[in-house]
């Protein structure tokens, strides 16, 4: 089978949609991967080297760009000091970037199909740059989130024409390469903001200050050298009228999307941990304020969600969910009785673990929803997965922002681990049982 063309009667998790879509735990650009971007076939690419350094450029762009978006993971805590607010504005605070980047993805993720990927990318790098600029000279809480929701601006809008670039601009045509780059890129880049923000915060001055000004500075040659073909180059896809995405849910959808939609919340909700109150819990197990250790932590999460997506790919959907939801309760009852011993190595060892088991739970859940989707309507259905996704990346932590608050961080992490490692387990009992009346 061609690499430039997908079967839709293959009934292998992920026949239907691109390898970046399914491989991915960022979240990010993830709804952007199944968008028409990534769905066109027979489009002719942009050959010889001016090719090649669009798509490296555009490459350069998404990473940076997602790297931008969390660097501020590790340095949580050194706001808190200076501000003096808590735990939970923190998780508020994070949640303000999902409050935006959800309606940025579906109202304009869209629109760099109407009216190009240079209107729609180059203003999108100047709000990731004010973000950075806002985040440089914060003098208080108001300041992080306006940052943050410019942030999620300037994402769901880029990522739509990035995705979609990178798959006009590979130089061989194809487009499932350029849909695993675009996962490498996000996972990459999510990994990578809190290391590169923890390291420039730790050893290196003014650590508020810095990490958003080497942001900026690395966004200068994204805005200048990205997309360097003018506006609508030959043989890209014909412009269309801009859309935007609505999730909606055919009823023959509606019982796959229960279970694998709340499996997935489930997962993104650990995501969602790890990303805001997991480096202080990093720091207060370790006596240690060293932020790179507090970002490492972070990475190794993701790391671990990334290597069990590839080793996954192509397995059976409800094998993947099966086997991923033990995991991540299993890694959550550890990542709550580290806190209680104390064991900064027993933390490691249950953010791995968990970070496997969201990873195998995310590819099951999109590959079942994929699967049951009419392939009319598949978009759409996508689209509602994505935002129970990052529903769950920005709202459950939250709760565990307010316990933070009431009842110190390691009690409400201890909470939060109970209490979704429960639901996993629910929703594991739930899963074999349909999966027994099938067999029958």
Not at 104 to 114: F, K, N, R, T, Y
Not at 404 to 432: D, N, Q, W
Request: proline share 6%.
């Amino acid at each position: 089978m061609s690499p430039n063309r997908t079967r839709t009667d293959d009934h292998r998790p992920g026949a239907e949609i691109p390898a970046a879509a399914e491989t991915t735990g960022a979240t990010e650009p993830l709804a952007a991967a199944e968008r028409g971007a990534v769905g066109r076939a027979g489009t002719e690419r942009v050959g010889g080297v001016r090719g090649r350094w669009g798509f490296l450029a555009t490459a350069y762009t998404l990473l940076v760009l997602i790297i931008g978006t969390n660097l501020p993971t590790p340095l949580y805590r050194g706001y808190q000091a200076a501000f003096g607010f808590s735990a939970l504005t923190v998780t508020l605070i994070f949640a303000a970037y999902v409050a935006v980047l959800i309606p940025s993805l579906l109202v304009l993720g869209p629109l760099s199909d109407a009216i190009g990927r240079r209107r729609v990318l180059l203003p999108a790098v100047g709000v990731a740059a004010l973000a950075s600029l806002v985040f440089a000279l914060a003098q208080g809480t108001g300041w992080l989130y306006a940052a943050r929701m410019l942030q999620g601006l300037a994402v769901g809008a880029a990522t739509g024409a990035l995705t979609a670039a990178l798959t006009e601009l590979e130089p061989r045509g194809d487009r499932r390469r350029a849909a695993l780059v675009s996962t490498v890129l996000s996972v990459g880049g999510i990994g990578l903001g809190p290391l590169v923000g923890g390291l420039l915060a730790q050893y290196l001055p003014a650590p508020r200050v810095l990490p958003f000004v080497v942001e900026i500075v690395l966004l200068v040659p994204a805005a200048m050298a990205a997309l360097p073909e003018a506006g609508h180059p030959a043989g890209s896809p014909a412009r269309t009228a801009w859309r935007p995405r609505r999730p909606q849910l055919p009823a023959a959808v509606r019982p796959a999307f229960a279970t694998s939609g709340m499996a997935t919340l489930l997962a993104f909700a650990v995501v969602g941990l790890f990303l805001t109150l997991v480096p202080t819990y990093v720091t207060t197990l370790s006596h240690s304020g060293n932020l790179l250790l507090a970002g490492a932590a972070v990475a190794l999460m993701l790391a671990c969600s990334a290597v069990a997506q590839l080793a996954g790919y192509g397995r059976p959907a409800r094998g993947l969910s099966i086997t991923g939801l033990p995991l991540l309760a299993a890694g959550l009852v550890l990542l709550a009785v580290a806190g209680s011993v104390s064991s900064l190595a027993l933390l490691l060892v249950a953010t791995g673990i968990a970070g496997a088991g969201q990873g195998l739970v995310f590819l099951g859940g999109l590959s079942a929803v994929n699967h049951a989707a009419p392939p009319r309507r598949r978009a759409d259905v996508v689209s509602s997965f994505y935002v129970v996704a990052y529903l769950g990346v920005g709202v459950p932590v939250i709760g565990v922002g307010f316990l933070a608050t009431s009842l110190g961080l390691l009690v409400a992490v201890r909470y939060f681990a109970a209490a979704v490692a429960a639901l996993c387990l629910f929703v594991l009992i739930v899963l074999t049982v349909r999966g027994h009346r099938a067999g029958r």
